[in-house]
């Protein structure tokens, strides 16, 4: 399936966690979809979740009716909304975001701006996301590793 990371291994034949990918696509349309709702999809929903794209205003709406109709189908929960933000963090090539930052600080790696700049907007999103204090954090090192922004021995 293309579009989900190497670190997301575990989970990537069931799907029984939601992938960065559709994470990122969350954000991006304005949706919160818990994994209550998630687990309660058809495994084929969620990999049309996983694979449509969202490139133009026109397939956000459709992404967004969709999550919308997949929840109405497969659940009695209510989607949120979530405020769409103008710049999001990701988009952010100026310098590294505080949280980014203090994770590299508290595993001693450092990154250069010019190598968060290479990044694709999914991969900076899900540093992003693996930093943040409230998530596990498990996959951060692997993911650094993936993203070729350290070696494979640490």
């Not at 508290?106 to 999914?122: A, F, Y």
């Not at 996959?139 to 070696?151: C, G, Q, S």
Request: net charge negative.
């Amino acid at each position: 399936m293309n579009n989900l990371f190497e670190f997301e291994q575990d989970f990537v034949e069931s799907l029984h966690c939601i992938p960065m990918v559709v994470r990122y696509k969350l954000d991006s349309c304005g949706v919160k979809l818990k994994l209550e709702h998630w687990n309660k999809f058809s495994q084929e929903a969620r990999q049309q979740l996983v694979q449509n794209s969202i490139n133009t205003p026109e397939e956000i709406t459709g992404y967004r009716s969709l999550l919308y109709e997949l929840a109405e189908q497969y659940t009695n929960i209510p989607l949120k909304d979530l405020p769409i933000e103008d710049h999001p963090l990701w988009l952010e090539i100026t310098k590294l975001p505080d949280a980014v930052q203090q994770k590299l600080e508290e595993i001693g790696v450092n990154i250069t701006l010019k190598q968060w700049q290479d990044l694709s907007h999914l991969q900076r999103f899900s540093l992003i996301k693996l930093s943040r204090p409230s998530h596990e954090n498990k996959n951060f090192l692997p993911a650094l590793r993936e993203f070729k922004l350290l070696e494979k021995n640490l």
